[in-house]
C-alpha cells in the first residue's frame, strides 16, 4: 500500500470549515483513500473513502485530485467535537488486511 | 449490534504477570484485527483472523504474545511475562471480507499498564 503525507496539526474555528490535506504521490490505479479519526481514548472511526470521483457523506466531503496523487477531506461545519486525530490511508479495495496508519493529522477546533 | 467489544478496558498489572484481553468483534463480519498504539503514535498492526484462522502476525508479535480465535467468533490476546514495554493501547476492529465499500469498525480498546 503506499504512503501518505499528512501536516502534523491543524486549528479551525468552531463553525468554519475544516480542510485536512493529504498527499500520495506513490498511489497505484487500484487503491483507493481512506480516512479514519480517533477521537481521545477511542478507537479510530471510518469517516469515508473514494477511488477518483469526489466523495460525500453525512460526516465529510473527499476531494481527490485529477492525478490523485494528493486528496482533501472537508468537514463542512466543524464542531468542537471534531477535535481528533485524522488519518490518511491508501490500499487496495477488497483487500482487507491491515490497515497501515501513518501519525496522522491532530485537528484542533477552537471557540 | 452495539458494534466491536473489547474487555477490560483498563489492566493494571506487575511486571512479569500475563495478561489477557478479549475482543468480541462485530456478529456478521469474518476478519478480526489487533492493534497496539502507543501515546503519540497511530495504531500499529499486530496480527488478523480471517473466521478462526490467523492469517498474518507483525514482526511486533514476539513469542510473548499469542492471539486465537477458535471459533471464528471472539478472539483473545495473551501477553505472557509483561514487560513495561506492553504498555499500550490494544485495539481490536472487525471487518468482512471482500466488501470495499466496508470500512473497519473498531473497538475502543483495552489500556495496559505494566507497573
Known amino acids: 500500500d503506499a504512503k501518505t503525507t499528512q501536516p502534523p496539526s491543524m486549528d479551525c474555528a468552531e463553525g468554519r470549515a475544516a480542510n485536512l490535506p493529504c498527499n500520495h504521490s506513490t498511489i497505484s490505479g487500484n487503491e483507493y483513500v481512506y480516512w479514519y479519526r480517533q477521537i481521545h481514548s477511542q478507537g479510530p472511526q471510518y469517516i469515508i473513502h473514494g477511488l477518483k470521483n469526489n466523495e460525500t457523506n453525512e460526516m465529510a466531503s473527499l476531494i481527490i485530485t485529477e492525478d490523485r496523487k494528493s486528496s482533501t477531506l472537508i468537514l463542512p461545519h466543524a464542531t468542537l467535537r471534531d477535535t481528533a486525530v485524522y488519518y490518511c490511508?491508501?490500499?487496495?479495495?477488497?483487500?482487507?488486511?491491515?490497515?497501515?496508519f501513518g501519525q496522522g493529522t491532530t485537528l484542533q477546533v477552537k471557540p | 449490534d452495539t458494534g466491536v467489544s473489547q474487555n477490560p478496558r483498563h489492566k493494571i498489572t506487575k511486571r512479569g504477570q500475563n495478561v489477557t484481553f478479549r475482543c468480541d468483534p462485530i456478529?456478521?463480519?469474518?476478519?478480526l484485527y489487533w492493534y497496539r498504539q502507543t501515546l503519540g503514535q497511530g495504531p500499529e498492526f499486530l496480527t488478523y483472523?480471517?473466521?478462526?484462522?490467523?492469517?498474518?502476525k507483525s514482526r511486533l508479535l514476539s513469542d510473548r504474545f499469542s492471539a486465537e480465535r477458535p471459533k471464528g467468533s471472539f478472539s483473545t490476546l495473551e501477553i505472557q511475562r509483561t514487560e513495561q514495554g506492553d504498555s499500550a493501547m490494544y485495539l481490536c476492529?472487525?471487518?468482512?471480507?471482500?466488501?470495499?465499500?466496508?470500512?473497519?469498525?473498531f473497538g475502543s480498546g483495552t489500556r495496559l499498564t505494566v507497573v
Open positions: 483472523f480471517q473466521n478462526e484462522a490467523q492469517l498474518e
Open positions: 456478529s456478521e463480519h469474518n476478519r
Open positions: 490511508i491508501v490500499r487496495v479495495a477488497g483487500n482487507t488486511g491491515k490497515l497501515i
Open positions: 476492529a472487525s471487518s468482512l471480507e471482500g466488501n470495499p465499500n466496508y470500512g473497519y469498525t
